[in-house]
């Protein structure tokens, strides 16, 4: 059964650093674009970043431009997000989603249950 | 505020249809395909219609998705009780490099 399992999530201070990660089973992940989706409380769902299959292709929200790096490791069949300079605005949770078929599409066939990030002091 | 525009509620009764309604402009759902998901808070969003207008396997026939020019809707017909939830569409964007947009998401009440 294909399964995304994300981690990392931890209350951090703004200004502070954190890496969430998504292990992927039960599919090819070194086929698949891949993405993180949050959630802010009491919000909408809202598009973090994506990766192509093959990492030549990244894009980012606008909110998290510049602080946040997504990334792959195909030999761990996993998935990143390296989250810097943190703020109270980024606390949601953060979901990891497969990619149907392409990157250039906003269809996610497979998600995580998500891990949780709070950003205060 | 979402560069996708959605209802920000609808409702009906058991056994009704309703339609969510989700307007971009050229550069989204004029370009590209539309996706639509149901979420409820906590819980992993769930693929309801992609392409336009094609349903996962396991996706009742009750939900069905269109698009037109710069539009699209997700109809629900026989409303039940499960239906409720949070809605949302989605696609690619073509602009600024390309990246993915949420609508603002439809919260459906089943009364």
């Known amino acids: 059964e294909a399964q995304l399992v994300e981690s990392g999530g931890d209350l951090v201070q703004p200004g502070r650093s954190l890496r969430l990660s998504c292990a992927a089973s039960?599919?090819?992940?070194?086929?698949?674009?891949m993405h993180w989706v949050r959630q802010v409380p009491g919000k909408g769902l809202e598009w973090v970043a994506g990766?192509?299959?093959?990492?030549?292709?990244?894009a980012y929200g606008d909110s998290v431009k510049g602080r946040f790096t997504i990334s792959r490791d195909d030999a761990k069949n996993s998935l990143y997000l390296q989250m810097n300079s943190l703020r109270a605005e980024d606390t949601a949770l953060y979901y990891c989603?497969?990619?149907?078929?392409?990157?250039?599409?906003?269809?996610?066939?497979?998600w995580g249950q998500g891990t949780l990030v709070t950003v205060s002091s | 505020q979402s560069v996708l525009t959605q209802s920000p509620s609808a409702s009906g009764t058991p056994g009704q249809s309703v339609t969510i309604s989700c307007s971009g402009s050229?550069?989204?759902?004029?370009?590209?395909?539309v996706s639509w998901y149901q979420h409820l808070p906590g819980t992993a969003p769930k693929l309801l219609i992609y392409?336009?207008?094609q349903r996962p396997s396991g996706i009742p026939d009750r939900f069905s998705g269109s698009k037109s020019g710069t539009s699209a809707s997700l109809a629900i017909s026989g409303l039940q009780s499960e239906d409720e939830a949070d809605y949302y569409c989605?696609?690619?964007?073509?602009?600024?490099?390309?990246?993915?947009?949420f609508g603002g998401g439809t919260k459906l009440t089943v009364l």
């Open positions: 050229r550069s989204n759902i004029g370009s590209n395909t």
């Open positions: 989605a696609t690619w964007d073509d602009s600024l490099n390309g990246h993915v947009l």
């Open positions: 990766i192509s299959w093959n990492s030549v292709n990244i």
């Open positions: 039960g599919f090819n992940f070194d086929d698949y674009a």
């Open positions: 989603a497969k990619a149907r078929i392409t990157y250039t599409s906003a269809c996610f066939d497979l």
């Open positions: 392409d336009n207008n």
